[in-house]
């Protein structure tokens, strides 16, 4: 929690409280999810093309709070220039790379039906004392990834069972699969990504130092493992295995990736 400095001066800790208002882009998508989410409910006009709104913007507006979760915590942990930057008003356009936070991710979803984590949110590490901060600021995004997947996968179990249109459970199903998948890439101990952000601390000099080398290629080191098929075999098996502890009907979650390929009809 935040207090107002004395004098009513429309600063928290320095900072202009606009720096803390959720910006006009993120409230559009979180209003895009919920009509998109109540005409794919009642059967309104294209059903899969409604689906398909529900699905990528509430994906977008969950990238969001990802990465606001670094911002806010990192914030908290001493960064307090991370609030001019505009990381605090979850607007998407005030990333670092918007390619690869926004639309590279939200191509994925579309094409393989895999959560992408991004790397959006600049911190200042220099302002932040301690190495156990640095390694919770990191963990913030996964951390917001493994809870959505709960509480959506809690969502679809319950609410499956129900009489509601299976189109609007598969989009459910698809969004608690994709946070599944982006918990578990994002807990990669990958250079550059948030699972070596978080040991990246921890390392003595020498091995920091080649970590360093290796972070800016994260995302290509990545999409080399996943294609490696013997390692991209493995991290399908984890992900459904865990989809299937959790109870997330395959099914469902594949019929909501064939939905959102509306322009396959």
């Known amino acids: ?19 803390f208002r959720p910006s006009p882009v993120f409230l559009g998508l ?26 990528v913007s509430g994906w977008l507006v ?13 914030y908290r942990a001493g960064d307090r220039d991370i609030a001019h930057r505009g990381y605090l008003t979850l607007n998407p356009f005030k990333y670092t790379h918007p390619l690869l936070s926004i639309v590279l991710p ?13 790397g959006a949110v600049w911190v200042d590490r220099h302002s932040i004392p301690g190495r156990l901060r640095h390694t919770l600021v990191s963990l913030a995004g996964p951390a917001t990834n493994v809870l959505f997947t709960l509480v959506l996968v809690a969502v679809v179990r319950l ?6 249109p299976v189109e609007f459970w598969a989009g459910v199903a698809l969004l608690a699969f994709l946070q599944l998948t982006a918990s578990v ?17 921890w390392l003595n000099p020498q091995w920091r130092k080649m970590y360093d080398l290796f972070a800016p290629y994260g995302f290509i080191l990545l999409f080399a493992l996943l294609w490696n098929p013997r390692i991209g075999g493995w991290f399908f098996d984890a992900v459904f295995a865990v989809g299937d502890l959790l109870g997330l009907p395959s099914w469902l979650y594949a019929t909501g990736l064939e939905l959102i390929r509306f322009w396959q009809s």
């Open 1 to 19: 929690m935040a207090y107002d400095r004395p004098g009513g001066d429309g600063l928290v800790l320095g900072v202009p409280k606009a720096a």
């Open 30 to 55: 979180v209003a895009l999810f919920a009509v998109s989410g109540v005409l794919t409910w009642n059967g309104y006009g294209n059903v899969r093309f409604n689906v398909f709104l529900f699905v």
């Open 62 to 74: 969950s990238l969001c709070l990802h990465e606001y979760a670094h911002a806010v915590v990192a």
């Open 106 to 118: 939200v191509v994925v979803v579309l094409l393989g039906g895999i959560g992408l984590p991004g």
């Open 159 to 164: 609410g499956a069972q129900s009489d509601g």
């Open 185 to 201: 890439l994002n807990l990669l101990p990958v250079p550059g990504l948030d699972g070596g952000n978080m040991i990246q601390p």
